[in-house]
């Protein structure tokens, strides 16, 4: 079993940006699990990196630990996306677009064999330097995150006898899909 962390790669594709800048208080816009659908208002947004290559996917700034896919990514990976999450719509230009917001938040984590750092004054978990998770509390969704790092951090894992189209970085390599950097961060050992 592998597991990577997800993040929009800013380098290379393209990014968007909300048209007005108070559309959300910075609570707002973290996304830690919690549902958002049902009181979810279309923001007005536009391309913030016309010049970069378009993607599949999307960062929007404002929004850590979330993602933007287009409709052709949508209809790909639905069937992955569906159990993780909630798809929040809105458009970009006249194109319908999805503002991913994962739900699926599991206690995977073993902070004591991880290496982590603290704020001295809180001793609250600053950074994980080094992942170590407990494979047994992983269930069937292959895109979900982590109470400690909810706010910004999204993941995906391989293996634990999936087919690889089957899990959410395997499905976006087969399809082709592009705008995502999977780096991999923890690995088992056990091949399966």
Known sequence: MKVFKVKS???????????????????????????????????????????CKRGNFFYLFGIPGAFVLD????????????????????????EPMYLFN??????????EKSDCTYFK?????QEINKYTFNRKGFNDTTLFKIP?????DMYTYTGM???LE??????????????LIFTEIWDDGVDD
């Open 148 to 152: 400690e790092t909810s706010r910004t």
């Open 166 to 179: 089957d899990t959410f970085k395997g499905r976006v390599e087969k399809c082709g899909l592009t705008g």
């Open 71 to 94: 409709t052709h990514a949508k209809v790909e990976l639905a069937d992955l996306l569906e159990p993780a999450g909630e798809l929040l719509p809105f458009y970009l230009d006249d």
């Open 121 to 125: 004054s809180t001793k609250r978990l």
């Open 102 to 111: 994962i739900l699926e938040c599991l206690n995977v984590l073993n902070e």
């Open 9 to 51: 790669d800013l380098r290379d594709y393209q990014s968007l940006c909300f048209e007005d800048d108070d559309f959300w208080s910075l609570e707002e816009s973290y996304f830690e699990c919690q549902p958002r659908l049902e009181n979810w208002i279309m923001p007005d947004i536009y391309c913030d990196s016309p010049e």
């Open 161 to 163: 006898g999936k087919r």
